[in-house]
């Protein structure tokens, strides 16, 4: 019991740390009366984000998904890429790559077959903006992209959404196969190391 308590002190001080990542220099004066934000400042270059994902690939009924949901994991990186002066204090663009880990059933003698893990990238464009209430949101689109063999499709193309709160992140993405009716729904929920507002 004790080292669990040291694993969760130190987990919780390495968070707290993390969070620490100060902002660049203001590169824009918000609105009388309003506050500043992680949009007002120089954007980070680089932001790592760690995540783990829950998919259901591989069911093809839509009433068994919820007994076959099944977690993966993965990391990525966004590198800032300028915008035009005017989005300053509204929105970030960012080129976008990560790589993951996670299963998928194939088909076999008994429904839903065997479990396979499949390694995948989703390389793409993203935007970061912000929100009322402390929340950002991002939107992206690009190539889900699968390196080992599988017996599914083998890339496709993905749009993304969600929403991060003191870096912490809930994502949902739909993944579709050009030529095939299929499509994907993956959650995720991580932790994305950016700039963050405490006040």
Same mark, same amino acid.
């Given at each position: !019991? $004790?080292?669990?308590?040291?694993?969760?002190?130190?987990?919780?001080?390495?968070?707290?740390?993390?969070?620490?990542?100060?902002?660049?220099?203001?590169?824009?004066?918000?609105?009388?009366?309003?506050?500043?934000?992680?949009?007002?400042?120089?954007?980070? $270059?680089?932001?790592?984000?760690?995540?783990?994902?829950?998919?259901?690939?591989?069911?093809?009924?839509?009433?068994?998904?919820?007994?076959?949901?099944?977690?993966?994991?993965?990391?990525?990186?966004?590198?800032?890429?300028?915008?035009?002066?005017?989005?300053?204090?509204?929105?970030?663009?960012?080129?976008?790559?990560?790589?993951?880990?996670?299963?998928?059933?194939?088909?076999?003698?008994?429904?839903?077959?065997? $479990?396979?893990?499949?390694?995948?990238?989703?390389?793409?464009?993203?935007?970061?903006?912000?929100?009322?209430?402390?929340?950002? !949101?991002?939107?992206?689109?690009?190539?889900?992209?699968?390196?080992?063999?599988?017996?599914?499709?083998?890339?496709?193309?993905?749009? !993304?959404?969600?929403?991060?709160?003191?870096?912490?992140?809930?994502?949902?993405?739909?993944?579709?196969?050009?030529?095939?009716?299929?499509?994907?729904?993956?959650?995720?929920?991580?932790?994305?190391?950016?700039?963050?507002?405490?006040?």
């Amino acid at each position: !019991m $004790k080292r669990m308590q040291q694993i969760i002190f130190i987990s919780a001080a390495l968070l707290l740390v993390a969070n620490c990542r100060s902002r660049g220099p203001q590169i824009k004066a918000p609105r009388e009366n309003s506050p500043t934000t992680e949009f007002h400042h120089e954007p980070a $270059k680089v932001i790592p984000w760690f995540f783990g994902n829950k998919s259901s690939r591989g069911i093809d009924r839509q009433g068994d998904v919820s007994f076959f949901d099944q977690a993966g994991a993965g990391v990525g990186v966004l590198v800032n890429s300028k915008l035009d002066s005017q989005w300053n204090g509204h929105e970030f663009f960012y080129y976008y790559i990560d790589f993951d880990v996670s299963p998928q059933f194939n088909p076999g003698s008994k429904y839903p077959g065997d $479990k396979q893990w499949i390694y995948s990238s989703y390389p793409g464009v993203m935007f970061r903006t912000y929100t009322p209430l402390y929340l950002k !949101m991002h939107i992206g689109l690009g190539a889900n992209l699968r390196y080992n063999q599988t017996y599914f499709d083998r890339w496709g193309v993905y749009g !993304m959404m969600g929403l991060e709160l003191w870096g912490f992140t809930s994502s949902v993405i739909f993944i579709g196969h050009p030529g095939q009716l299929n499509w994907e729904t993956e959650y995720r929920a991580g932790y994305m190391w950016a700039p963050v507002e405490w006040k």
